[in-house]
């Protein structure tokens, strides 16, 4: 199995557990860290809905918690037709741990339907630097 197959099934298993009875859209993420470790996480709604986390914020949760800070690749999975990227605040999460050509794979049910650069989905992304004068 490739890594993209793992990370695509790991997505996929941790959307299964997405707590979203509101909006009644389960996403699963799968962030492979340096450590060549996957870590997951699903979205979680609550009743002050739309306040919440994101499966995004789950994963990259996970993965700090686990001691890492480096993330290699990232995929996000849902339901729809459309094609699903992280919200901006997810985005921001991502290059907080990533560099600007970490892959960031979006993906159905089916199968990954584009891998993008972090760079093209968040061009003029807020960094470090950014706060030095």
């Known amino acids: ?3 993209l197959e793992k990370l695509f099934s790991a997505a996929t298993e941790a959307k299964k557990n997405a707590y979203a ?7 699963g993420c799968a962030v492979l860290a340096d450590n060549d ?22 994963a990259i949760a996970a993965m700090n918690l686990d001691g ?10 849902a339901d729809g037709q459309d094609l699903i990227a992280p919200c901006g ?10 560099d600007s050509a970490t892959l960031v794979h979006l993906a159905d049910t089916q199968a ?10 968040l061009p003029f992304a807020f960094k470090e630097r950014s706060l030095q004068s």
């Open 1 to 3: 199995m490739s890594q």
């Open 21 to 27: 009875p509101y909006s009644k859209f389960a996403v």
């Open 37 to 58: 470790k996957i870590y997951t996480g699903c979205n979680v709604e609550n009743i002050s809905y739309p306040c919440g986390t994101c499966a995004e914020a789950g």
């Open 68 to 77: 890492r800070r480096k993330i290699k690749e990232i995929l996000i999975t």
């Open 89 to 98: 605040a997810c985005l921001q999460r991502i290059a907080e741990f990533a």
């Open 112 to 121: 990954v339907r584009k891998s993008i650069k972090l760079s093209e989905l």
